[in-house]
């Protein structure tokens, strides 16, 4: 195997190490004291986050063009239903 290829695998098994395996529990062997408790060593990365959803106010502010649209509708819809209902 060439040298890249040996680099290559080499990066696949940390990543795999970092952010595929579990984590890894190891007891301490350390007899505790008394009266209290073992302690437990955790090495690993967990699974990553899911990103969190945008806030709606980030959404609103993020399409002020789609905003106006609705109220230049509304405000159309409004003379339209004020033309109808007026009595001549």
Known sequence: MNHAGARAL????????????RPHLELVEEPPPV???????????????????????GRVMAAPDRLALYAVLLGLFLVFMAVITASS
């Not at 080499?10 to 395996?21: A, G, M, N, P, T």
């Open 10 to 21: 080499q990066r696949v098994d940390e990543y795999e190490e970092k952010f595929v395996s």
């Open 35 to 57: 009266g209290e408790r073992r302690t437990v060593r955790i090495s690993g990365q967990p699974t990553p986050a899911r990103p969190r959803r945008r806030a709606s106010s």
